[in-house]
């Protein structure tokens, strides 16, 4: 269970968990999107629609290049909000 | 407010072109004899049969764009394209904005990159139907890209392909060799079966879709 996250990184662990079909607090930081949570090209299309819609953000490609982590993501989401 | 006055005539003449390129290509494609093979596939799309993904090589784009244009957008149906950051897709860019459509602009090659988001929404929300080059921006040419076979997959649409032959045809010089028939020249289009992609392929499942592809938008290249 990953604590001490702001309301955007709580919606950003609820969709990586529904998109990775995970329950929410089975996900760690550590966590590789695609070795360990199976992340492949379309479910990280999915992803980065589901964290723009639902936080009303933009994702840079260069900020998407950078989510390798479960910690990663929510480190991009740290300042939404 | 600056204004540079170099990048302003940059604008300029890029509008400019933009203009001529579309009247060369309208004018060009009127003196073809046109023969489409699958027609019904794009009667689907005229019927409102839901948005498709329409696929072709680079090396068809004038042809596409001119058949596409006759065939399609000004039949009603709702088309955008995908043009990249580069100079010349600010050109196709400009093109296809004088014909009235709305082009996104960037790169699919990444998996899940912000082009590829806007197509997304573009197909899933907004019904339209996107015209895509798997071997673009900058070939290879005839190896088809996933980000087709991906928006396939998140959207539900399925590919279209699209081939071209000429009797007699102009080669660019460029990467793809870009084919432009010439004038009086008789055009074959094929259009192929509508090709969905599996929602859950993947590894060999997806490559194997994707050489599919491949082995779709090669029918009648030659001629």
Do not use: N
């Not at chain 1, 590789?32 to 723009?52: H, T």
């Not at chain 2, 988001?117 to 996107?130: C, E, F, I």
């Not at chain 2, 539900?156 to 990467?175: D, Q």
């Not at chain 2, 060999?204 to 592809?213: G, K, T």
């Amino acid at each position: 269970m990953i604590e001490g996250l702001s309301e955007a990184q709580t919606a950003g662990l609820e969709v990586i968990a529904a998109i990775a079909e995970r329950p929410v607090d089975e996900l760690e930081r550590r966590h590789e999107m695609v070795a360990d949570l199976g992340i492949d090209s379309p479910k990280a299309l999915r992803l980065l629609l589901d964290l723009e819609d639902r936080l009303d953000i933009e994702i840079s490609d260069e900020a998407a290049a950078r989510m390798d982590t479960v910690g990663d993501v929510l480190d991009q989401l740290a300042g939404v909000g | 407010m600056r204004i540079d006055p170099g990048r302003r005539l940059g604008g300029i003449l890029i509008g400019l072109a933009g203009r001529l390129a579309r009247w060369l290509v309208l004018a060009l494609g009127a003196t073809w004899r046109l023969r489409v093979v699958g027609d019904e596939h794009l009667e689907d799309l005229r019927r409102g049969g839901g948005p498709m993904l329409l696929a072709f090589w680079h090396e068809h784009a004038v042809i596409a764009c001119s058949v596409l244009y006759r065939r399609l957008h000004r039949r009603g149906v709702p088309l955008t394209l995908l043009t990249s950051q580069s100079r010349d897709g600010e050109l196709l860019a400009r093109v296809v904005r004088a014909w009235g459509i709305d082009p996104v602009r960037g790169s699919s090659t990444r998996g899940g990159s912000a082009a590829l988001r806007a197509l997304h929404r573009a197909v899933a929300r907004h019904g339209l139907s996107p015209i895509l080059v798997p071997d673009g921006p900058v070939g290879p040419p005839h190896v088809a890209k996933t980000g087709v076979l991906v928006l396939a997959q998140t959207t539900g649409a399925p590919i279209l392909p699209l081939a071209f032959a000429a009797s007699s045809a102009w080669r660019l010089g460029s990467w793809d060799r870009m084919r432009i028939p010439k004038p009086f020249s008789r055009v074959t289009v094929v259009v192929g079966r509508p090709m969905p992609v599996p929602a859950d392929a993947t590894g060999d499942a997806l490559e194997s879709e994707r050489l599919h592809l491949e082995s779709l938008l090669d029918a009648s290249t030659e001629s």
